[in-house]
């Protein structure tokens, strides 16, 4: 669903902007209360995975298809503030790097993909949390829910956008209706991935995922004025610190590999904004994108010639910048302990 520039007018696309940067400012504010020295990097590999799987468009239709947009896994997984940081980052990696979203239209896609998804899905996310019993099974089926919802609600913005700032006349009501169609479909999608991530995250280490906190009771101690889990005290600190690493590492490595491997038999298809686009005729004023020139453009190396090497390399890349500038964003961000807690 990224969109490119010439969608929305000068105007409209500064008026997100704005949005998108007071969105970011507060959800700096917030993430340094969600992250610390754990899930710092867990957040970074989670803005590389989204990075990595949204190079995996699947089919939805006859012609079309979707990738995941990644809002509510970000925000189940490392927190709603931090969410939106990850999606903003793999949006701006995608922009500058591999001339996907346009430049001017950043703003509306962070708005879009990056704000509207997580604050929809953790809403939906939380509100069942609250009313379901809290297992590891109720926990997957909010998130399953939570993702399958952000996506037509992604679909909702862009139209309300389009109607505010659009640069072509098209009848508001077809875009509406395609729109909201298609990315229903592609919900499906995104619900399916997002489950399936948290469940295996949860499976191997609960204590690491946001949306799951509390969802085990346990005994609390008190030590140096803090409560502290009494099981994570009775748990070696080096196996915990390498229960993380193997997770962390685990998780770079599927990154790397569907980026670089599994990326090259995506389906080819437009995604939902394209297609709708093109049967609608919003796509009339599109403009070159800024960094068309880049050497990454498009998913491919400039002058490697070979399109399965060339897509590969670019995922991996892709991977590794977004890998480390997401992991030095979240780091600078995180919750610093006190000095009597690092003394303990």
């Known amino acids: 669903m990224h969109v490119p520039d010439g969608f929305i007018d000068a105007p409209v696309s500064a008026a997100t902007a704005v949005v998108a940067a007071g969105a970011i400012a507060v959800s700096l504010r917030g993430a340094r209360r969600e992250l610390d020295e754990r899930t710092a990097p867990l957040a970074g590999l989670v803005a590389a995975f989204i990075f990595a799987v949204q190079m995996l468009n699947f089919p939805v239709a006859a012609g079309t298809s979707g990738h995941l947009l990644g809002g509510a896994l970000a925000a189940i997984l490392v927190g709603p503030y931090t969410g939106v940081l990850c999606v903003s980052v793999v949006l701006l990696m995608q922009g500058i790097?591999?001339?996907?979203?346009?430049?001017?239209?950043?703003?509306?896609?962070?708005?879009?993909?990056?704000?509207?998804?997580?604050?929809?899905?953790?809403?939906?996310?939380?509100?069942l949390v609250k009313v379901l019993p809290r297992t590891r099974r109720s926990i997957t089926a909010a998130s399953f829910t939570a993702a399958l919802l952000s996506v037509p609600a992604a679909a909702l913005v862009f139209t309300l956008l389009y109607s505010l700032g659009g640069t072509t006349d098209v009848s508001l009501t077809k875009v509406?209706?395609?729109?909201?169609?298609?990315?229903?479909?592609?919900?499906?999608?995104?619900?399916?991935?997002?489950?399936?991530?948290?469940g295996a995250v949860i499976a191997v280490r609960p204590d690491l995922v946001h949306?799951?906190?509390?969802?085990?009771?346990?005994?609390?101690?008190?030590?140096?004025?803090?409560?502290?889990?009494?099981?994570?005290?009775?748990?070696?600190?080096?196996?915990?610190?390498?229960?993380?690493?193997?997770?962390?590492?685990?998780?770079?490595?599927?990154?790397?590999?569907?980026?670089?491997?599994?990326?090259f038999y995506a389906s080819s298809n437009p995604d939902g904004l394209e297609k709708v686009a093109a049967d609608q005729g919003i796509d009339r004023q599109t403009k070159e994108h800024a960094s068309a020139d880049s050497p990454l453009a498009d998913y491919g190396v400039r002058d490697v010639d070979d399109a399965r090497l060339s897509g590969g390399l670019?995922?991996?890349?892709?991977?590794?910048?977004?890998?480390?500038?997401?992991?030095g964003v979240f780091w600078a961000v995180r919750k610093r302990r006190s000095t009597t807690s690092q003394a303990a």
């Open 97 to 127: 790097l591999f001339a996907d979203g346009g430049l001017t239209a950043l703003g509306v896609n962070i708005t879009d993909m990056a704000i509207t998804t997580t604050v929809v899905a953790y809403a939906v996310f939380r509100g």
């Open 211 to 263: 949306g799951a906190r509390g969802l085990e009771q346990r005994l609390k101690l008190r030590v140096n004025g803090e409560l502290v889990d009494a099981a994570a005290q009775l748990e070696p600190v080096a196996a915990r610190d390498t229960s993380r690493r193997k997770l962390w590492i685990g998780g770079l490595v599927a990154s790397l590999l569907l980026a670089g491997f599994v990326s």
């Open 176 to 198: 509406a209706t395609a729109m909201i169609g298609v990315h229903l479909l592609i919900g499906v999608g995104e619900a399916a991935i997002t489950a399936l991530t948290v």
């Open 314 to 327: 670019a995922g991996v890349i892709g991977v590794g910048v977004t890998v480390v500038a997401g992991t």
